[in-house]
């Protein structure tokens, strides 16, 4: 059983940055696989980013390659998402999201059974 909780988001300018956290709240000792997914007003929610246990192996869409970084602290149970350069078309509200394993043998963007509450980041021009 998992619960996370995610904080860090605002309003920001076009060009500026933001760091989001989500906290995770674990019963028993598994390893899971962390991802932060966005959903804007009108759309499908996406994929963002996501990252392995150990934090060697990150994926990235391609909209946000080279702007966000995500990182982890297995210790804190943390996983943190770097947003630099944001721009408008980044305003969503950033969802947390895990599932259990140690390395992504299928599609990282597939099969999370754990979400956050959400929040929201909004980016002006």
């Known amino acids: 059983q998992v619960q996370l909780v995610e904080s860090g988001g605002g309003l920001v300018q076009a060009g500026g940055s933001l760091r989001l956290s989500c906290a995770a709240s674990v019963r028993g000792s598994y390893k899971f696989l962390m991802a932060w997914f966005r959903q804007a007003p009108g759309q499908e929610r996406e994929f963002v980013s996501a990252?392995?246990?150990?934090?060697?192996?990150?994926y990235y869409t391609d909209s946000v390659k080279g702007r966000f970084t995500i990182s982890r602290v297995n210790a804190e149970n943390t996983v943190d998402l770097q947003m630099n350069s944001l721009k408008p078309e980044d305003t969503a509200v950033y969802y947390c999201?895990?599932?259990?394993?140690?390395?992504?043998?299928?599609?990282?963007?597939?099969?999370?059974?754990?979400w956050g509450q959400g929040t929201q980041v909004t980016v002006s021009s």
């Open positions: 999201a895990a599932r259990a394993g140690a390395d992504f043998y299928n599609d990282p963007k597939k099969g999370y059974d754990y």
């Open positions: 990252i392995n246990w150990s934090g060697n192996n990150r």
